[in-house]
């Protein structure tokens, strides 16, 4: 379903539109992201794309997103994109519709998870993965840094969420679930957006038989660990999955069915690693190419922690390396769009109406950009985020999480774990960059640093 502002608003829009097949034209499926960055950058705030007789409309100005983050007035919409995904995630709570019964149930059975003190209980083993990161890199020279962070994060919430190890450290290759997951996700955002009658079954015809082995490899995944832990007793972990399933078990109001159980597996095994893992890539990528920045973090890292772990209290101690977190963030949200739909008739920003059911995608990272962060917004500058800074900009520019009930159930997780591993790097290895590297961003579900390597010692050899 295609965005559908009322006919009779005019908004600007790539030129050298085609018949049928729209605005196409020097843009790339590949890079939907950063082409929209390019043409709001050229357009403005909001703006039209038409493909293939859809029309997309793309906002990213502070006051607009302001209107449309309104939670008396708006609500998530499933963009295509991410309801294509919905043949692998299914009424999970990233691909739910709102008025779905299950994601009211899994919100309210599944948040008290992800409080301050739930953070405490997952401490030990987000410490526990941050050190194998560090043993594993003493055994190498250059590292990838986007794969090994990946690795990173996929083990962590394997082990805090479901009490499960993917071996992560110890595999010679990456797990097989990375892979199946990227093209999984790919393919079914493609998929999804690219509906031309007979000639996209044609087109995808080799990619949906191997969609369909990998969806068959996920379900086995989820399949062994839901086994494993019935094998080894519900209700000792209390983790994520035991939440589900003792809930099940005990006829709790909340209590999700397998099916579902299953779907929810899925989406904090996808949501939960690959967010974080472009988060910490893109924040070492900037951070490895600033030595005057990493030794101030570095400096702080041994002011807060000293040199031994830290506890849970000390992690927030650290803020400039939560404010090198934010900017990473502010540049390349690793999830970058959300999209709105109106609850009825309503106007946003000086005269832009939208009828009750038309949608609109907030463009993340072009939002991060608005005039309101001041001069040279490319630029990586984690001073935007001092407390002054933050006070002076509107509370709507900053949204790497999305907005309202529906944003991220995991982000205080997310954060946590960002900054124990960034800090376990600063406390624990000096990194080199290929001053030859430009950064390439990769675009799938999420945002991440392609080919971005790094050489890595010991700290001070």
Known sequence: MATTLAPDVSLPHPPRRLPVLGDVLGVHVATPVQDSIRLARELGPIFERVVLGNRFVVVSGVDLVTDLNDERRFTKHLAPAVAGLRSIGGDGLFTAYSDEPNWRKAHDLLRPAFTQAAMRTYHDTMVEVAGELMSYWRTRDHVDVSADMTKLTLETIGRTAFSYSFDSFTRTERHPFVGAMVRTLTHN?????????????????????????????????????????????????????????????????????????????????????????????????????????????????????????PTFERVAKARLVRRILDEALRLWPTAPGYAREALTDTVIGDGYRMRRGDWAMVLIPGLHRDPVWGANTDEFDPDRFLSAAVRSRPAQAYKPFGTGERACIGRQFALHEAMIVLGTVLQNVDVRPDPNYRLRVEERLTLMPKGFEVQVSPRGR
């Open 189 to 309: 955002q493609r998929r999804a957006v690219i509906t031309v009658p007979v000639l996209s079954d044609l087109w995808f015809r080799d990619r949906d038989r191997r969609n369909e082995q990998d969806k068959a490899y996920l379900a086995d995944v989820i399949d062994d660990i839901v086994r494993t832990r019935r094998d080894h007793g519900v209700g000792a972990e209390n983790d994520l999955l035991d939440i589900m399933l003792t809930a099940a078990r005990d006829a709790d109001p909340n209590a999700l069915d397998e099916v579902n159980i299953r779907h929810q597996i899925l989406t904090f095994l996808i949501a939960g690693h690959e967010t974080t893992s472009g988060a910490l890539s893109f924040a070492l990528y900037y951070l490895s190419r600033d030595p005057e920045l990493w030794e101030r973090a570095r400096a702080e890292i041994d002011e807060v922690w000293g040199d031994e772990p």
